[in-house]
């Protein structure tokens, strides 16, 4: 069966500071990962997916994400933090089979401050 | 194109009462599914249809939930009778194609059962 663990429920950084939340997926077939950013009173909104390819995937806002099979890791970067960027951040995972459900980690909420 | 839109954003009810959510998908999306978070869980699936077929009700947590999705356009998730632990985030979320690197979630109903 499919998990994910995010680890640290709440990362605080400065405005400026590297971001960096890391998630690690469990799966017996390659999988496919995501990053979803939910701001506050509204909808999961993508941020980046990995499905094949290039390893380094680029999402919206600057932020990036790196698929290691070695480490079974998938953590969310961005090299300068934003006041913009406080919200929670969603791990996911799901098999490469159309249809199938996403997994998702517990969330981590990202505070910045200034 | 507007996007998934879910109403009411905010429930509260008292137990043992019924409530229905309503999910209306992005225009032309076959695919439709439903998602919840219960307080300091996982975001978890509940339900997927295709049209105005069950694809996969897999996690339906019990028979007091009822999903409906009418000439395969919006659908309705019904809770009857609701009790405390179904309070939560219930999300939905739709795509053109099966498959999970295609969602637009909406906003998200809050349901709270006092």
């Known amino acids: 069966a499919q998990s994910v663990t995010q680890l640290g429920s709440h990362v605080s950084v400065s405005e400026g500071a590297l971001v960096l939340l890391r998630c690690n997926y469990s799966s017996s077939v390659p999988p496919y990962l995501f990053w979803y950013v939910q701001y506050p009173n509204q909808g999961l909104q993508l941020l980046l997916k990995y499905t094949t390819g290039a390893t380094l995937v680029k999402g919206i806002n600057g932020f990036e994400a790196e698929f290691k099979k070695s480490e079974t890791s998938f953590h969310l970067t961005k090299p300068s933090a934003h006041m913009s960027d406080a919200a929670e951040y969603f791990c996911?995972?799901?098999?490469?089979?159309?249809?199938?459900?996403?997994?998702f980690g517990k969330g981590t909420t990202l505070s910045v401050s200034s | 194109e507007a996007g998934v839109t879910q109403f009411p954003s905010h429930s509260v009810i008292e137990k043992g009462q019924t409530v229905t959510l309503r999910c209306d998908p992005i225009?032309?999306?076959?695919?439709l599914y439903w998602y919840r978070r219960v307080m300091g869980k996982e975001i978890k699936f509940l339900l997927h249809f295709v049209k105005e077929s069950k694809q996969d009700e897999s996690g339906m947590p019990n028979n007091r939930f009822l999903a409906e999705r009418t000439g395969g356009t919006y659908s309705t998730l019904k809770v009857q009778p609701a009790e405390l632990e179904d309070s939560g985030v219930y999300f939905c979320?739709?795509?053109?194609?099966?498959?999970?690197?295609?969602?637009?979630f909406g906003s998200g109903t809050r349901l709270t059962v006092v």
């Open positions: 979320a739709s795509s053109p194609q099966p498959g999970s690197y295609g969602y637009t």
């Open positions: 225009s032309g999306h076959d695919n």
């Open positions: 996911a995972v799901s098999d490469n089979q159309a249809g199938t459900a996403l997994i």
